[in-house]
């Protein structure tokens, strides 16, 4: 199956570079291109990608106000892509709110060419690009600067089964699949039902936002 691709970027020779790269895959096609977030909006209701890499900061409209128009649409849109954003670690802030916002995660824009095209692929699976350390420090930095769990968060989790707060807990420490499977000593199908009990029960969209959910409850607290 093909995965469909817009990419978003004010820099014309950033948009070129990633076009090249990915439309070499077998596997990826790229169906569009957008210079700002208001243009990417349009671009992805009218082409439908399953993937919008998404660049943060950018005139007209930035990235993260984007991604939330393209992830919560009004009325009547039903399509929505995953989101994978493309920043620096100067913008932590942006990527933080992006991924709350139901982005399925991000990378760094000097990242190996090898490292976009594996992205891609993943977040086009369902997965959430959660596997550099740089993530997990990011969204527990954040995290230390809120003073309190939020009260409703910590409600919401109280509907899981031990063994799915065990699983969600593993899943903001940075485990894969493999992982959480090897800790618990279950079979790695049986965690990916898990996963997903998990993430219906809470309302979200992904790995990505169950990080962020087991630091907002308090399940995970940072330097653990």
Known sequence: ????????????????????????????????????????????????????????????????????????????????????????????????????????????????PADLISAVRIVAAGEALLAPSVTRRLIADFARQRPAPRKNFTARRSGLTPRETEVLELIARGLSNQEIAESLVLAEQTVKTHIGRVLAKLGLRDRAQAVIFAYESGLVTPGQ
């Open 1 to 112: 199956m093909t995965i469909r691709v817009i990419i978003v970027d004010d820099q014309a020779m950033v948009r070129a570079g990633f076009a090249a790269l990915l439309a070499a895959q077998s596997d990826i096609d790229v169906v569009g291109e957008a210079p700002d977030g208001k243009q990417a909006v349009d671009v992805s209701r009218s082409t439908h990608p399953d993937v919008v890499l998404m660049d943060v900061r950018m005139p007209e409209m930035d990235g993260l106000e984007a991604a939330r128009r393209i992830l919560d649409p009004p009325p009547g849109v039903t399509h929505r892509p995953k989101v994978l954003m493309l920043t620096t670690f100067d913008v932590d802030d942006y990527v933080y709110e992006a991924l709350r916002a139901g982005a399925s995660g991000f990378l760094l824009k000097d990242a190996p």
